[in-house]
């Protein structure tokens, strides 16, 4: 058996560590070849492949990115795209695809194989917001340099009796945010599945800085006030079509500083969370789930999609993992409501 591995949409650390499993147990177990993809859709596209062998994944479990490249290109918006990657992986000899990704990602794997490709899908992304996992790699990662960053951010607020706004990731699910805020003990966590009011948010900021210390608002980067509250740049997009997020964080300091006349600033941790190492939960949810995707290969559960739930791998359709997002339940964000302002 010949298998294809690829890494679609934005990187996240862990993804080196799924390759090397996927790689090691199918030679080691099942005896197979692998060919690697590169930048995602795109290296099935356009036949454009690497060598993946034991030495190529040597000494890359601890490392950020992917060996492999990623992109965000969506076949299913080339025309005759999935035809092209039948021919491709024919032409290739590779019988099955390992896709690691996130919901485009994934979506697109799906599609495929309701075309007839053999695919097994392993969830990524630094956001959480999978459905079907209860937690995807990278997730932990980014929490952990996240809180980091609050940390040192409360005490150079501190000093200079400052309202602090952190902007982390999350286009849709605030798992970041509510986490890294938690971890971190802000005073606001705003998320994007709850537009906030921003009369509150100001009450929190004034009634933190009466005891003395200096507010942290952690805010995902896709929050939102209510209806009709703060003006906010509209989405612009990128050359290549995605909406650019960011600016939210600037747009509330510049409103704490207007309303409570305290010096506020912003900081957008922006890619720093999805570089560098992953954490030990990250690798080892990461190597687990390679180790998993690739007996599902072997035992032809192809459509289906490895995650955690519990502390269990289990097997569950692309079509439930691409369904619906994985967004913040009210009353997770309720336990960190405990400890605003
Ligand atoms: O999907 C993960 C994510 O980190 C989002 O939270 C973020 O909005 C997006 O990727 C940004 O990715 P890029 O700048 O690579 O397009």
Redesign the pocket.
């Known amino acids: 058996m010949r298998v294809g591995v690829l890494t679609g ?2 990187d996240c650390p862990g993804l080196n560590a799924v390759i090397r499993a996927v790689v090691r147990k199918g030679i080691k177990d099942y005896g197979y070849e692998f060919v690697g993809f590169r930048d995602g859709w795109r290296g099935p596209l356009e036949g454009d492949t690497m060598a993946l062998d034991v030495e190529a994944v040597r000494g890359i479990l601890p490392r950020g990115g992917t060996i492999l490249g990623s992109s965000r290109t969506n076949l299913m918006k080339i025309e005759g795209g999935v035809e092209r990657v039948k021919d491709n992986m024919a032409g290739l000899g590779v019988d099955a695809l390992v896709a690691i990704g ?1 919901e485009d990602t994934l979506g697109v794997a799906r599609q495929l194989h309701d075309r007839g490709v053999n695919v097994v899908g392993v969830p990524k ?3 959480n917001d999978l459905n079907a996992t209860d937690y995807t790699f990278g997730f932990d990662t980014a929490v952990n340099i996240a809180m980091e960053a609050i940390d040192r951010l409360h005490t150079t607020a501190e000093s200079h009796h400052r309202a602090l706004v952190v902007e982390v ?3 849709h699910a605030g798992w970041i945010a509510l986490h890294s805020g938690m971890a971190a003990g802000a005073n606001v966590i705003l998320i994007p599945e709850r537009p906030f009011d921003i009369d509150e948010v100001v009450r929190h900021v004034e009634s933190r800085f009466r005891t003395q210390y200096a507010p942290i608002i952690v805010v995902a ?1 896709g929050a939102h006030p209510k209806e009709g509250q703060m003006q906010l740049a509209t989405g612009e997009t990128d050359s290549f079509g ?1 909406v650019r ?1 960011g600016g939210i964080g600037q747009r509330l300091a510049e409103e704490i500083e207007q309303r409570t006349g305290k010096e506020a600033r912003s900081v957008v941790l922006g ?1 720093v969370q ?1 570089g560098g190492t992953p954490t030990a939960f990250d690798r080892v949810l990461a190597t687990r789930l390679g180790v998993n995707a690739i007996d599902a290969v072997h035992e032809k559960a192809f459509g289906k999609m490895v995650g955690l739930q519990g502390t269990d791998i289990v097997l569950v359709d692309l079509a439930e993992a691409t369904d619906t997002l994985k967004t913040v339940p009210a009353e997770r964000y309720a336990e960190a409501e405990v400890f605003f302002g």
């Open positions: 949409g934005g996130g992304t630094i956001d990731m999350g286009r980067e995605h997020l890619h999805r």
